[in-house]
């Protein structure tokens, strides 16, 4: 999401680094860019102009201009800031009973699959989450929550065909509630195109009577510009306790992250990155602030990795790598396993630089990956353990089969060829385990080979 950020203000700061010795020109030319980094990015004008101003001012410091490093102090200034903007003051959710959670937002946000994504959180950090579906105006609303909350096992409450009064439903639902044996109550609410009177009133009237100890704003990370606007009209009507930015994997420009936690004043409590119901993660503002620098999560990633890989397939499949015999049996496993931990996008920007391997994960798309895997399911199981077999008539058959063309069949081949030559070079192998970090080295080893797709 904040690659063109991380893009912009790399190239200021690789100027700042570069300068043996800081002025007042320099850094006020310096700040001129990232001002400008920050309103491509939708950053509200009013919090980059206060933003920069607060940078400015320590980088203009007497500790900074007589510093050894004082391009380096600056990005560290800007660092501990933005850690600051996005929300030091970070906390988690009041779960104190009777814990309700009210989730409120605009249409297309993703309050309904949020709702579900942490109740799943919830009930694997040991709690009983119950949903509530609360919007009575979207068509299927209630079927979609009932749904969701079939595949995480978490019981729901529906309310009656034609109910209108929200009102009545919290009543209801408490009442049933009190049956199911649950801890944490989740209450899934209608939402708008705009913010209107009526969706205004009707969350009011929810609020006042439910008394939540958590009203989660469910906000697109997309939102761009209107964040702040959004951000607003919700915390002035109903009292906002935190935020939960959806869709990060997406092409957003990551300005409401910047912006909605600073006119709010309240922190931003989780983040969605990828449309599976494990995809909702903890914010954590130092990591969002390294990442949007460009120096990537790896923490992060490490638990992402061990949240959706099986630790004895990760071991089996690094004995496998070591002696050698990787074959295509394995690369399909190894695929599930990256599939699992959530879009390939969010992935490489949780890695230091993730930034600039962009145009990778625009390669390998949900769609080219199905394609691949394709292949490999053509494949007979001899053909899968031994890839030397693949012989002209083999592969035309496998294309025959998986729907691809027989140069398409060939590149993957060629591209899986290289791969395994890597990993009969330990040294290069060493390197890339180092990169991805210790605890996830043995499920992720093999990487995916650059370029693979098409």
């Known amino acids: 999401m904040f690659s063109q950020l991380s893009g912009g203000l790399e190239s200021v700061f690789k100027k700042l680094k570069g300068q043996g010795k800081i002025s007042e020109k320099n850094v006020d030319e310096a700040m001129r860019e990232v001002r400008m980094a920050l309103l491509e990015a939708d950053v509200d004008f009013g919090v980059a102009k206060g933003f920069i101003a607060t940078v400015k001012e320590q980088a203009l410091g007497e500790k900074v201009l007589k510093s050894i490093t004082p391009g380096q102090q600056i990005v560290k200034i800007f660092q501990d800031a933005l850690v600051d903007l996005l929300g030091a003051d970070a906390a988690p959710l009041d779960l104190n009973p009777p814990a309700r959670i009210v989730m409120c937002g605009l249409n297309g946000a993703g309050k309904t699959t949020t709702s579900a994504k942490l109740a799943l959180r919830l009930k694997k950090d040991g709690r009983k989450p119950l949903l509530v579906a609360c919007d009575l105006y979207r068509p299927a609303a209630v079927e979609q929550l009932a749904t969701l909350a079939a595949e995480i096992d978490v019981p729901v409450y529906r309310p009656e065909p034609g109910e209108k009064n929200i009102v009545k439903v919290a009543k209801k639902a408490l009442a049933w509630a009190e049956g199911q044996g649950g801890n944490v109550l989740i209450f899934d609410t209608a939402g708008r195109q705009e913010i209107d009177t009526e969706l205004v009133k009707e969350l009011q009237g929810l609020c006042k009577f439910l008394k939540?100890?958590?009203?989660?704003?469910?906000?697109?990370?997309?939102?761009?510009?209107?964040?702040?606007?959004?951000?607003?009209?919700?915390?002035?009507?109903?009292?906002?306790?935190?935020?939960?930015?959806?869709?990060?994997?997406?092409?957003?420009?990551?300005?409401?992250a910047l912006s909605m936690r600073k006119v709010t004043g309240r922190p931003i409590k989780f983040i969605g990155e990828g449309e599976k119901l494990e995809n909702l993660d903890v914010f954590v503002p130092m990591r969002m602030a390294e990442r949007i620098l460009g120096m990537g999560d790896v923490v992060g990633l490490v638990e992402r990795a061990s949240e959706a890989i099986d630790e004895e397939d990760a071991l089996k499949m690094a004995k496998r790598m070591q002696k050698k015999s990787f074959d295509f049996n394995d690369f399909l496993a190894q695929m599930d396993m990256m599939q699992k931990m959530g879009p390939l996008e969010g992935?490489?920007?949780?890695?230091?630089?993730?930034?600039?391997?962009?145009?990778?994960?625009?390669?390998?798309?949900?769609?080219?990956?199905?394609r691949v895997k394709a292949i490999v399911q053509s494949m007979t199981p001899?053909?899968?353990?031994?890839?030397?077999?693949?012989?002209g008539k083999r592969r035309l058959r496998i294309a025959k089969g998986s729907g691809n063309s027989i140069t398409q069949v060939n590149q993957f081949l060629r591209q899986f060829g290289q791969m395994r030559k890597m990993m009969k070079s330990k040294g290069k192998m060493k390197k890339m385990m180092d990169q991805l970090g210790g605890g996830m080295g043995g499920g992720m080893g093999g990487g995916m080979p650059k370029g693979m797709g098409f």
Do not use: C, W, Y
Not at 213 to 242: M, P, R, Y
Not at 243 to 255: E, N, P, Q, S
Not at 349 to 362: D, Q, T, Y
Not at 386 to 391: F, S, V, W, Y
């Open 212 to 256: 939540p100890k958590e009203t989660l704003l469910v906000a697109d990370a997309a939102t761009g510009q209107q964040a702040v606007s959004v951000a607003s009209h919700f915390h002035d009507a109903v009292g906002v306790t935190g935020i939960v930015l959806t869709k990060l994997d997406g092409d957003a420009r990551g300005g409401a």
């Open 347 to 370: 992935l490489l920007g949780m890695l230091p630089g993730g930034a600039k391997l962009k145009g990778l994960a625009g390669a390998m798309d949900e769609g080219k990956l199905l």
């Open 382 to 391: 001899k053909e899968r353990s031994r890839p030397e077999l693949l012989n």
